[in-house]
Structures are given as structure tokens and as C-alpha cells.
């Protein structure tokens, strides 16, 4: 699953899509039949029509990150509008000159203008766990309005340490993992770099929140911000399925130390490899109290 570093890349490459204006949209059986069926994969909207009719006609104005989530501001003399993207598990976007992509798994296709140039840009999505959605305001957007500030900034990790506090205050039980995990606390942490920042603090993933201090929470918060900086500078990690718009992979799983590891690259003792929540855990007992 795309983290904020591939998030962030996707959105720098995406970024050459602004000022274009949305000339039609296409969508795929798959997507069509699933509505049928009340499932609404991909796009969350109800009614497949309203969807395309609110697009078409409005110039894309900025395209930024929030979280794991993409954001197009859009606009026409009306009423502007703004779209949602989340990549899910295997989620991305191609643009090209091809107005019928020849990549499986094609499940929208945008013709963008510009003066007088035409592209296509793709959503492909095999699993189909990504989202797409249109909206009138970016406040519309219940997700947002819980979500911790960008991790950048001073701001972000004086947030990590309020929300620490008030865990801490009510005892709470939940696991450092699961903190780091909920972008309330913290965005953009997934489960790969979850592991790899609680390793290099040589912290046990399923530690207690409240019982760690506040001193060790500020250095696992800054340990994640370098990871996600270290990263986005290698172009992502191209575990799964993630890729660079233009086929190129990154190269950010070459420095992970835990994830998905055997030995332990501290005491080389054996990973104890387990399932936390769902997700995937790596971790050394030795290294990690
Ligand atoms: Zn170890």
C-alpha cells in the first residue's frame, strides 16, 4: 500500500496535469457493473452520471498531498469542485496520448485540455481498493477534518505529543503500532515504515502507548519524518505494486532494516514475523522492548 513518500511522489508527477481542463471521463465494465450491484468500487459516488457531469468542464487548478490522500482542486465559473483520491492497495495513475489505456485494470480514464494539447490520465487499479470521489468543499471530507497536521512541519510533532499525552492520561492500552498507524496521531505512517521506525527506536510494536515516555515518543516521531524524507528522495519503496508514472521503480526498499527481513541486522537473531491488526508486523524480541 502506497505510503505518504509514494503518495507525495505521485502528486509531484501528477503535477504537470494542472491548469488541464476535463474534457470527458470514461469508465470501465468492471466499475459500471459494480455500481449496478451497490458496490461502488473506486468511485464513491452513487450515481455514475452526476459523477462524470460534475467533472466535465472543470479546469484542474493545484494538485496537492494530504495524508495518503490526493487532492485536485478544481474549478469552473460556477460552481468549483474538488476531487479525493486515495490509491488504496494497488492504486496509480498513468498519463499518456492513448485515449483506450492498454493496461489492464484501467478503471477511469480523464481527457484533459490544454490550449490545444490532449492526454489521458489513467487510474489503474487491480485490486480495486482505491477511492475517487468528487466533492463540493474540502471540508465536505470527514477524514480531514480528524487528521493530524503534515508531518513537516513544527506543527506535526507537537500535535504526536498532545495526542501522547491524552493516551497517556487515559491509560489508554492500545499499541505503539496501532498510534503510529492512525493518522489522527500522525499521517502517512502505513505498515512499512511503522516497522521500520519503531526497529531503529528498538521499540516492540505491541508496547503499550502509555507506558513509553515522552522523550521516546518525540524521537520515534522524528525517526518517522526522516524515513518518510530519506524516501521520498529514492523514489518510494517499490514493494507490491507501487511504480513511478514513468515505469521507474524506487529504490527505498533497499534500505529497510526490518521489514520483510529474516535476520535481525543489529544481534542476527531470527525476525519474529507476525500478524498485528491485520497488517504484517517484523521485529527483532531482542532488540525491541
Ligand atoms: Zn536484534
Request: glycine content about 6%; overall charge positive.
Amino acid at each position: 500500500m502506497p505510503e505518504l513518500p509514494e503518495v507525495q511522489l505521485v502528486v509531484d508527477d501528477l503535477k504537470t496535469i494542472e491548469g488541464y481542463t476535463i474534457e470527458s471521463i470514461s469508465l470501465s465494465d468492471r466499475i459500471k457493473l459494480s455500481h449496478r450491484q451497490g458496490k461502488m468500487a473506486v468511485v464513491k459516488h452513487e450515481n455514475l452520471q452526476q459523477f462524470e457531469q460534475s467533472l466535465i468542464g472543470q479546469k484542474i487548478n493545484t494538485i496537492e498531498r494530504r495524508g495518503k490522500y490526493i487532492v485536485m482542486q478544481l474549478t469552473n465559473p460556477i460552481n468549483d469542485k474538488v476531487v479525493i483520491a486515495h490509491l488504496g492497495m494497488s492504486g496509480r495513475f498513468e498519463i499518456n496520448t492513448n485515449r483506450v489505456s492498454s493496461i489492464p485494470h484501467t478503471h477511469t480514464t480523464f481527457e484533459l485540455n490544454y490550449e490545444t494539447k490532449t492526454v489521458y490520465l489513467h487510474y489503474i487499479d487491480p485490486r480495486r481498493f482505491g477511492e475517487l470521489r468528487v466533492l463540493d468543499h474540502i471540508n465536505e471530507f470527514k477524514p480531514f477534518q480528524q487528521m493530524a497536521p503534515e508531518p513537516f512541519g513544527i506543527e506535526g510533532e507537537a500535535y504526536f505529543i498532545d495526542r501522547f499525552k491524552q493516551f497517556k492520561l487515559n491509560r489508554s492500552t492500545i499499541s505503539i503500532k496501532q498510534f503510529i498507524m492512525d493518522a489522527e496521531n500522525v499521517v502517512g505512517c502505513g505498515n512499512i515504515y511503522a516497522n521500520e521506525a519503531l526497529f531503529i527506536c528498538r521499540i516492540h510494536p505491541l508496547r503499550k502507548v502509555h507506558v513509553l515516555t515522552e522523550r521516546k515518543m518525540r524521537e520515534l516521531y522524528k525517526e518517522i519524518v526522516k524515513l518518510f524524507i530519506k524516501s521520498i528522495e529514492r523514489g518510494g519503496s517499490s514493494i507490491h505494486s507501487y511504480v513511478h508514472m514513468d515505469g521507474e521503480i524506487g529504490s527505498m526498499q533497499d534500505e529497510f532494516l526490518i521489514y520483510q527481513k529474516k535476520l535481525c541486522p543489529i544481534c542476527q537473531k531470527k525476525v519474529t514475523s507476525r500478524r498485528i491488526n491485520q497488517r504484517n508486523s517484523f521485529y527483532c524480541t531482542n532488540c525491541q522492548k
